[in-house]
């Protein structure tokens, strides 16, 4: 009956999920990391590994995943956006089964639940993010090191951390921290420390591995090595008073934590296996350690710190008297019914568009792109510093790896480990505007996002822009510049 009802309850974490994603499977960007997920899943699909003909700063199973949807149904924003959901409902049901090890079902299902909302609400969550797709192996992972009891159970529990990470990096610190205390923690002798310490880094760096070996059969192994590895931890270098500002960031959930060390004799639900709180515990602090290192706290990275907050936050809850929750039940499901305001105004939005006989897709990626074939030839040159996914609605490739995300121009640590572009930012940005010379750029507003608006850049661009282009199209926050030809 337990596995049945947690059948049950992945069924209804699919079915909520969809119900607050669905409206937005029609926009053309929901995020702008999204939108350079598919351009470079687009690439791999058309024979091109990651880093070799476009780039961005994730790990290569993101693209992968991207690829795969786009090889099989095409264009197709409704299937990623689908299977984005699929891997949500996975994930919640995981995080289900986690919570019901020394708890009972009905709190497990909540906990699967709550992340169902969070990871889906608020900004721009409800594209499909790196997040998304590492916590699926992440939980998956972190539930069959629940359920280790022998060596080839461990090295299961490694290979899904290790495929994790081919997603998000950046989870190597509570992967680390986790493998780490369990083997010196778990009374094990010198030999045994050794021996499952190998079988923990051999699953581990299994994923990794297959997907560096393409780049070896290319005979290109440091474009790999340099886009996962050295880019990565390069770009995790943020200076204290950074770090300080996580830290505040991160205050709500910190408390969270440390409260529920303090109160750890009140988990009555874990008295039989208080080892598993334990393990909640390293890994959230490994996920603190994460996100404060990275020294800023966005909206979809907390994605990878639910999950563990859920579980802590409720087990807090259940430590106080069960007559509370038969009270406020009524208010939580009022509650739940009223967190995706998000979904109802953008279930609105669609409803409209459907009414007055529009296309349901939407978004100023679509539109400049409709704009731009309407009246422009398809060799026509562009560079989208904003509302790249027009990109791929037209057939087109950024003319320079650096700014596959747009974002990527104006980051300065990327440029060592990016081939075949100038040496930094303003460099690239003169290259762009005065040797490839696009005939349109495309932008949010008339200075370069991601820049401060007095920076060496933004002063360059606007001059050139002003001298050079003429503002042939606006619409809410998308702006098409032509290129005028001199006499």
């Known amino acids: 009956m337990k596995s049945q009802s947690s059948i049950i309850g992945l069924g209804i974490y699919f079915l909520v999920a969809l119900l607050i994603r669905l409206p937005f499977f029609f926009r053309d960007c929901i995020d702008r990391d999204e939108s350079t997920f598919i351009l470079l899943g687009q690439s791999w699909v058309d024979g091109f590994l990651p880093y070799t003909q476009l780039w961005d700063l994730k790990p290569p199973l993101v693209f992968l995943f991207f690829g795969i949807i786009i090889q099989i149904f095409g264009k197709s924003y409704i299937a990623i956006r689908l299977f984005g959901t699929i891997a949500i409902a996975f994930t919640a049901y995981f995080i289900q089964l986690i919570a019901q090890k020394g708890s009972h079902k009905e709190h497990g299902f909540y906990a699967g639940l709550l992340y169902v909302f969070l990871s889906s609400l608020f900004g721009s969550l409800q594209g499909v993010m790196s997040e998304h797709l590492a916590l699926f192996f992440f939980m998956l992972g972190f539930l069959c090191f629940l359920n280790s009891t022998k060596n080839s159970q461990l090295f299961l529990s490694g290979f899904l951390f290790g495929a994790a990470l081919m997603f998000r990096l950046n989870l190597i610190y509570p992967v680390g921290l986790l493998f780490l205390f369990y083997l010196f923690s778990s009374g094990f002798d010198l030999k045994e420390i050794i021996q499952k310490g190998l079988i923990s880094i051999l699953g581990g ?283």
């Open 205 to 487: 760096i299994m994923v990794p591995l297959l997907t560096f070996l393409p780049y070896v059969n290319q005979e290109i192994p440091s474009v790999w090595w340099n886009a996962v590895i050295r880019a990565s931890f390069s770009y995790d270098n943020p200076s204290y008073f950074q770090m300080f500002e996580a830290v505040l960031e991160l205050t709500p959930f910190l408390a969270l934590f440390f409260l529920s060390i303090i109160f750890r004799t009140r988990f009555r639900i874990y008295q039989e296996n208080p080892r598993i709180l334990v393990l909640i515990w390293v890994i959230t602090a490994g996920l603190f350690l994460m996100l404060i290192k990275s020294g800023k706290v966005n909206g979809h990275y907390l994605i990878q710190i639910y999950p563990f907050i859920i579980l802590l936050f409720l087990h807090l809850l259940y430590s106080l008297k069960l007559s509370f929750f038969a009270k406020i039940k009524p208010a939580l499901f009022i509650l739940f019914l009223l967190l995706p305001i998000e979904s109802y105004l953008e279930y609105v939005k669609i409803g409209k568009r459907y009414l007055n006989g529009e296309s349901l897709y939407n978004g100023n990626g679509l539109d400049i792109s409709n704009f731009i074939q309407q009246n422009y030839p398809e060799d026509v040159t562009a560079l989208f510093l904003d509302h790249h996914i027009g990109y791929w609605e037209l057939n087109k490739l950024p003319p320079s790896k650096i700014v596959t995300h747009p974002s990527n121009l104006m980051r300065v640590s990327n440029y060592p480990f990016v081939e075949d572009i100038r040496q930094d930012p303003i460099s690239e940005l003169k290259y762009l505007l005065k040797v490839y010379q696009p005939e349109l750029i495309i932008s949010r507003s008339e200075h370069i996002s991601f820049s401060e608006k007095d920076s060496e850049e933004n002063q360059f661009y606007q001059q050139y822009l002003g001298e050079n282009y003429q503002l042939v199209y606006q619409k809410k926050r998308g702006l098409v510049y032509e290129r005028v030809q001199k006499k």
